[in-house]
């Protein structure tokens, strides 16, 4: 009988499911593994996604970096670490003593969610500071937009869900993106409950749901409004709203004076439509509202979620437990911030657009570190990043693989991942539950575990700060914390409070009833990206990247263009064309395209800007969609 060793870890990857794992190594194997799902977590339910699952090959491929890497022409050649340190450390001293300490910049972004990824921040602050992203690529607007109603961003616990009677999924296509609360859901109708969604497009979860309303993109902040509206002037708003609110009556005064015809004719809704959907929320209350990245992604996502935990008011957030806005939480919340010393000069550059401005600043951005990121294949206008980079004297990637950003450094270096070092951590943000993972196997080569890359670093620059050594003091401090119940396999019970009750305080209402418009200014089609069940966040890793990319549009703008499903066609924005499938979507009204996030060059058609809460609006993107040329098409 063969006994094989069990190994605590979870899932690194920027997913609201944050899932335990249980690493399973075979007797007398070095490193051969099988990934298995933890029980502990109630809404894993013993099952794993394929992009979890993938990480079983993924960890010893190919691809995977082995020794440190240096540009050498087009080319690269291998050093050691004690060199590739050395120049490293001279570069950020150079940098220092000639432009001060922010024209470091310290670019880490989601590509881990483990908590010793924040320790890195300790060597830079002991430089006397540095330049680093505000907001994400990712939810900053819709954070925002709570945050101006409560002052924080509320925590709904999942497991309130279990005291609805109805789940709007409000742009969220959770089949795809949250596979885990699929269970729930088909719990929820085995109990005679329901859940709807609005969407632009079809989607296996609109497949799946009860009802669904198709609206236009960016109308999200409108559709939102007009239920307030209806729900105020029927008098079903739940009773009791106005003294769990700031500025209620001047609320609805604004209500009052919108004009709902116009507004709903933004929406692509008929009267009947909106009366169905209000209809519906009413009849299903106590009621989530889940909403979905996508509809933050325009210059009004942090309104709409603003507008939306207006709405959840009406509905009787404060007083019908499982009422509110589940959007997103802190999965940082339990790092120890206190191990981190604080940093005297800290200078934050918009996520969406400081590689436009990276030359330009009043101290100009010389180097860089990029670690847990891809920004040169995830971050908007990307034909625009290889400029910034060649402004720069000197940049570093920190990651598994050559990826786009590494491809674009001076200087790139072998990681280990998340199943070669340990003990780490990990939270969700979605469930409260806390993640420890520990070491399963050795990295590959000359692959080293994050902290002791930048130790290596900080012992250069003669600063004393062993990364290694904080990483077990931030150990200790979560396994001794009161906030934290160990449950097993690695898994901890948290106690963070659910935040949509009458104790969260008053919801400051809206002061203005004006959603900023979508700016189109060349008529063009709107360029919506979406993520997929293949892949996390437009990173396609063992995925085959060889494929055409694929635009959905309405059968109706096809026709426009005398195209046909399945012509090859280009997709541009000025000079920048990517070449796709056509695919109809009936669904879909006029006016915008679909594609895929990770596609081939799809980050090139999108427009960098920020919206509100340091936003990415991905979605205020236009591009013209026309026939390839035929000699294009024979190539």
């Known amino acids: 009988i063969t006994m094989d060793e069990i190994i605590p870890s979870a899932c690194p990857h920027d997913c609201p499911d944050a899932c335990s794992f249980l690493v399973r190594k075979a007797e007398g194997s070095k490193n051969r593994i099988t990934i298995e799902s933890g029980k502990v977590i109630p809404f894993q339910e013993g099952w794993i996604c394929l992009k979890g699952k993938r990480w079983e090959r993924r960890y010893r491929t190919q691809n995977r970096l082995k020794r440190p890497l240096k540009k050498n022409g087009n080319g690269w050649v291998e050093i050691s670490w004690d060199d590739a340190w050395t120049i490293w450390a001279n570069h950020l001293m150079e940098a220092t003593e000639k432009y001060g300490p922010q024209a470091n910049l310290f670019y880490q972004s989601a590509g881990s969610q483990y908590f010793s990824k924040r320790l890195g921040r300790e060597i830079f602050s002991a430089l006397g500071g540095y330049s680093e992203p505000a907001g994400s690529l990712c939810g900053a607007a819709g954070g925002a937009g709570l945050k101006k109603a409560f002052g924080h961003i509320p925590v709904y616990a999942p497991e309130k869900l279990y005291q609805v009677k109805g789940i709007l999924l409000w742009g969220r296509n959770v089949f795809d993106t949250h596979p885990h609360l699929v269970p729930l859901l088909t719990g929820l109708k085995n109990r005679s409950k329901a859940f709807a969604a609005i969407e632009i497009r079809t989607t296996r979860t609109t497949e799946a749901a009860e009802r669904w309303w198709r609206i236009k993109p960016g109308t999200d902040a409108i559709l939102a409004l007009l239920l307030c509206k209806n729900i105020v002037e029927s008098g079903d708003a739940a009773s009791g709203w106005m003294e769990h609110s700031e500025k209620g009556e001047q609320f609805i005064k604004l209500l009052a004076e919108l004009d709902s015809k116009a507004l709903l004719d933004e929406t692509g809704l008929s009267q009947s439509d909106l009366s169905d959907l209000c209809r519906w929320i009413l009849e299903h209350r106590p009621l ?14 942090s309104f709409t979620f603003h507008t939306l935990a207006s709405l959840a008011l009406l509905l009787g957030s404060f007083k019908i437990p499982g009422t509110g806005v589940v959007f997103g939480k802190d999965e940082m919340r339990f790092f120890p911030e206190d191990i981190l010393k604080p940093t005297a000069l800290k200078r934050k550059v918009p996520v969406a657009d400081w590689h436009l401005r990276a030359s330009t600043l009043s101290s100009p951005i010389k ?269």
């Not at 989530?288 to 933050?296: L, N, S, T, V």
Request: glycine share 10%; proline share 6%.
């Open 367 to 635: 180097t860089a570190l990029f670690t847990c990121s891809n920004p040169a294949k995830q971050g908007p206008e990307t034909d625009r990043f290889p400029r910034a980079m060649e402004s720069m004297d000197f940049s570093v990637c920190i990651d598994l693989e050559m990826t786009e950003t590494a491809a674009l450094c001076d200087l790139v270096l072998p990681a280990a991942c998340f199943l070669e070092e340990g003990p780490d951590w990990r939270g969700s943000w979605w469930h409260t539950y806390l993640l420890r993972s520990e070491k399963a196997l050795d990295p590959p080569g000359q692959a080293l575990p994050e902290p002791v890359i930048m130790t290596g670093l900080a012992d250069k620059l003669g600063l004393g700060i062993d990364l290694e050594n904080m990483r077990t003091k931030m150990d200790r401090i979560l396994l001794e914390s009161p906030e934290t119940e160990a449950l097993g396999e690695g898994v901890f019970r948290t106690k963070e409070s659910h935040g949509w009750t009458k104790d969260a305080g008053p919801i400051k209402l809206p002061e203005v009833l004006h959603p900023e418009r979508s700016r189109n200014d060349w008529r063009g089609l709107r360029f919506i990206t979406v993520h997929t069940a293949e892949y996390i966040n437009g990173q396609n890793w063992g995925v085959n990247e060889d494929l055409l990319n694929a635009v959905f549009v309405s059968p109706l703008e096809g026709n426009r263009r005398g195209l046909r499903e399945g012509d090859r066609v280009r997709v541009r924005k000025k000079d920048v064309v990517i070449h796709a499938v056509l695919r109809f979507d009936k669904a879909m009204d006029s006016g915008y395209c679909v594609m895929v996030q990770g596609g081939k060059g799809t980050n090139m058609l999108t427009t960098a800007g920020t919206s509100p809460g340091y936003g990415t609006p991905f979605h205020e993107s236009f591009v013209v969609l026309e026939a390839e040329p035929e000699s294009d098409e024979n190539a």
């Open 288 to 301: 989530a509202i889940y909403g979905g990245y996508g509809i933050q992604r325009y210059y009004n996502g």
